[in-house]
């Protein structure tokens, strides 16, 4: 983590999906960085995503085997409504019923050590 | 072409290696001095003529090291390429812009490591706390090797194009069976079928199984580049940078592009091509050969289509096994690639390309003049036309 990532992971222990965005042009950024590669301004702030998506792409890594997670799991590359892509796992659905395009979620999983992650469920999941 | 044209200035004069294995039982610098010597002394010359040294930001060997092994006396030019194997091709790039530039006359670059027996890519036992930034995004997710960074990468593109795991199958195929008659190669004489490819196991379900993965290799490769003038006076046939391009675009990152625009090609590769074709004023129908980067199956398909080989979404019905081998309409990967002869990080991919022009290929090519060869991709990247003189 630095400087400019620092918002993000601050946001998700709060349950908030946070997308940076420059104040001069507001073209929305992720991975975070310093500088807005449109119009180079320096300066930033950041909006809430709906936490809504799309599965832009997805997989399921079977070898090697993790020993922390459990198999299979399945790895995505979420597009969210606001425009970034974000990479994340997909949970509460079964890995064969993932599909391509699939409307999707944010779901916050906690773990150890105050660790907090942003994963996505089916729409539609309860 | 302007007179600021690289193209034709420099030529490979000379090509060294180790033998290639699973543990060299050396070290990493050994390798590479091995190496460069078998290099220098196939160009012909004396460690003492070589005045420049390129190599991978990756790579373990020091340059003062090499030179002092080697007893080089005054070095004139040294520069080093990221990116890990997207640089196998630019090493040469910066080899030949040094020479035609008068920094140096004769540069050798290098590339040799223990990926095998000592520190496997994809594996982050011994970097955990260290975890550069940009895996910080992937990392928790379990998005931990090149294969599943690549994989994640290519799924759009099957998407798109309706493109299956069976059309990678015959990259694989091809390079497998050229490596079975390369005795340098790791698969020397195990050919493998479609339908062993089928029913190999899932590395990243549903785009990679294990025989779409390059194998990981010990061993060093060096190549001795000087004038295209000096080459000519040299023992061996010269294989002359007709054109050498670097290529990076906007929004990429190491191994894990996922943020631009569309994920249907390799926008880095669109780049080389377009910079090769134009230096060269040649076109894909001159290329008699081509060693395409094949860390992993699906991005030789994309790469058909970057360099203009065939539209974009058409290699899975343009890359036929009859065309991609020996006696078709462009043979790849004739020592059998990474996958098949060895992983050397794309260096040995120059070298068969040397052989070709040469004309001393274990499985050669009828009447090459001009050979194609990339470097790693899913990265910045990099590619050589080479030329008979
Ligand atoms: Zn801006």
């Not at chain 2, 290696?17 to 590479?32: D, I, P, Y």
């Not at chain 2, 020479?99 to 490591?113: K, L, Q, T």
Request: proline share 6%; net charge negative; aromatic share 8%.
């Amino acid at each position: 983590m630095t400087a400019d990532t620092q918002f993000f992971w601050d946001g998700v222990k709060k349950h908030r999906l946070l997308i940076q965005r420059c104040t001069a042009c507001r073209t929305l950024r992720h991975p975070p960085r310093p500088m807005c590669p449109t119009c180079h301004a320096l300066a930033w702030d950041t909006v809430e995503a709906s936490g809504r998506g799309t599965v832009y792409s997805f997989v399921i890594p079977r070898h090697p085997p993790l020993p922390w997670f459990p198999e299979p799991y399945v790895v995505a590359l979420v597009e969210l409504d606001e425009g970034t892509r974000l990479v994340t796992n997909l949970v509460g659905i079964p890995h064969d019923a993932v599909t391509m395009g699939m409307k999707v979620r944010v779901r916050y999983e906690h773990f150890d050590d105050d660790l907090v992650l942003p994963m996505f469920t089916p729409e539609d999941a309860p | 072409m302007s007179d600021a044209n690289l193209s034709g200035r420099a030529a490979i004069a000379g090509i060294g290696q180790t033998e290639f294995s699973k543990e060299s039982g050396r070290t990493e610098l050994q390798l590479a001095c091995e190496s460069v010597l078998a290099a220098v002394r196939d160009a012909g010359l004396e460690p003492g003529d070589v005045d420049g040294l390129v190599t991978f930001t990756m790579d373990t060997s020091e340059e003062m090291e090499v030179a002092r092994n080697l007893g080089m006396r005054e070095v004139r030019f040294f520069s080093r390429v990221s990116y890990g194997g997207g640089a196998s091709a630019a090493t040469i790039a910066h080899a030949a812009m040094a020479v035609a530039a008068g920094m140096a006359d004769v540069v050798v670059s290098y590339r040799a490591f223990n990926e095998r027996s000592g520190n496997r890519f994809g594996n982050m036992s011994g970097r955990v706390g260290v975890l550069p930034l940009w895996l910080s995004w992937y990392a928790p997710y379990g998005l931990m090797t090149p294969a599943a960074w690549v994989a994640l990468y290519a799924r759009p593109y099957m998407e798109r194009y309706g493109v299956t795991n069976a059309d990678f199958g015959r990259i694989a195929v091809v390079d497998r069976s050229h490596a079975a008659t390369n005795p340098d190669a790791w698969f020397y004489e195990r050919p493998i079928t479609l339908e062993d490819h089928q029913s190999s196991r899932w590395i990243v379900e549903p785009v990679l199984r294990l025989l779409d993965c390059c194998q990981e290799s010990d061993g060093g490769v060096a190549i001795v580049v000087t004038s295209a003038e000096r080459a000519r006076d040299l023992p061996q046939p010269p294989a002359i940078v007709t054109a050498a391009a670097q290529g990076a675009t906007f929004d990429g990152e190491t191994m894990t592009s996922y943020y631009k625009d569309d994920l249907d090609g390799l926008p880095e590769m669109g780049v080389v091509g377009r910079t090769l074709w134009e230096q060269s004023a040649l076109t894909p129908a001159d290329v008699s050969t081509a060693f395409l980067y094949d860390h992993f199956t699906p991005f030789v398909l994309m790469q058909l289509e970057e360099l203009g080989f065939c539209a974009r979404g058409e290699a899975k019905d343009w890359a036929t096994i009859e065309r991609l081998s020996i006696g078709g309409e462009l043979p790849i990967n004739t020592s059998g690639g990474l996958l098949g002869e060895a992983y050397i990080h794309g260096m040995n991919g120059i070298t068969e390309v040397v052989r070709q022009i040469r004309g001393t290929a274990v499985n050669q090519v009828a009447d090459v003049e001009h050979a194609l060869v990339t470097a790693g991709t899913g990265v910045p990247t990099s590619g050589l036309i080479l030329s008979k003189l």
